[in-house]
């Protein structure tokens, strides 16, 4: 079976500095590939400045790839026209992480939800707010709220109305790109529960960028792990929660919260911050933060190697360290 969604050797650059001889290059995604299958919920995480967001805007083309392949339900989205774009836009939709600025306020919640309608010629004028109220119902929100401006609700309200709006052009698949980090935790729960109902009543197909790895586990099929613009370990949520191969994986993994305090678990704590992506490390990026790095890892970049069906590890020592070595 053909993937829903297949990324191939994506690459984004930034051109940074001022004046013609101090421009340098940000590669912000380095040859970054994966698949995603319909109805799956594809958990992307990684910390900030890894290139999670970059990758979901060069799917969408809200930013222009610079090189690699995209291919949505047998389209390729970085040789579509305009026109073939604006049709296949209606079948992606996004969810962005702040549900205060991604919001007009100036507008009313009803405008925002049916401009899709209008771009799109889903519907005629007279079935708008019939539309949207069902929407509004469907994401848990009171339709006598649709006049309402977006300052007169919370922010987990505000959230909701996000989803409602990339939900109303009726989208097979949904980028939520950290839809839930600046929610309160309780109603963080009602976003997840939300997306996971939304899955199985519209068979939506949905990846999620979150750095919160207790969510991702909760609420995806498979996960793939970020560490400066690349892939560093992709698999089954289960196989990664369990049997993680990459050391920057298991680091995070290390750092969630357990929510009994007389359960210990050992740290794996990483030294510095996220190298620079206008001068990453030579060989594997990791490296300099990395606690089991030999004199390899400085020359050599590491290519992904199936450890298991399905679960592939970008890593040098990936055998000696699932070995206990």
């Known amino acids: 079976m053909e993937p829903f969604l297949c990324v191939t050797n994506l690459r984004k650059d930034y051109l940074v500095g001022h004046g013609l001889w101090q421009k340098k290059v940000l590669r912000a995604v380095n040859d970054v590939s994966f698949t995603i299958n319909r109805g799956e919920i594809v958990g992307l995480v990684g910390e900030s400045g890894s290139g999670k967001t970059t990758v979901g805007r060069s799917i969408l083309r809200l930013v222009e790839p610079t090189s690699g392949e995209i291919t949505f339900d047998g389209h390729n989205l970085l040789t579509a026209t305009p026109r073939e774009l604006r049709a296949l836009r209606r079948q992606m939709q996004i969810v962005f992480q702040d549900p205060f600025a991604s919001l007009n306020p100036r507008q009313r919640v009803f405008d925002q939800i049916t401009a899709g309608f209008a771009i799109h010629n889903l519907y005629p004028r007279r079935e708008w707010r019939q539309r949207a109220q069902e929407i509004f119902e469907l994401v848990g929100l009171r339709p006598d709220h649709l006049d309402r401006f977006p300052h007169e609700f919370s922010g987990g309200q505000r959230q909701r109305i996000g989803i409602a709006r990339a939900l109303a052009v009726r989208p097979d698949f949904i980028i939520a790109d950290e839809a839930v980090s600046a929610l309160d935790v309780s109603i963080q729960a009602q976003v997840v529960n939300l997306l996971l109902d939304l899955r199985e009543q519209l068979n939506l197909t949905i990846l999620f960028i979150s750095h919160d790895l207790g969510l991702v586990e909760f609420l995806c099929d498979r ?19 369990a049997k993680a191969g990459h050391p920057y994986t298991q680091a995070l993994l290390s750092a969630i919260p357990l929510p009994d305090p007389a359960h210990k678990t050992e740290r794996l704590i990483l030294q510095g911050d996220i190298p620079s992506p206008i001068s990453p490390p030579s060989g594997c990026s990791f490296h300099t933060r990395c606690p089991y790095a030999i004199e390899a890892c400085k020359a050599t970049m590491p290519s992904p190697q199936l450890i298991e069906a399905g679960h592939g590890v970008s890593c040098l020592r990936q055998a000696e360290l699932r070995a206990g070595l």
């Open 223 to 241: 996960v793939l792990v970020m560490y400066l613009g690349r892939i560093v370990e992709s698999g089954t949520a289960r196989e990664i929660y």
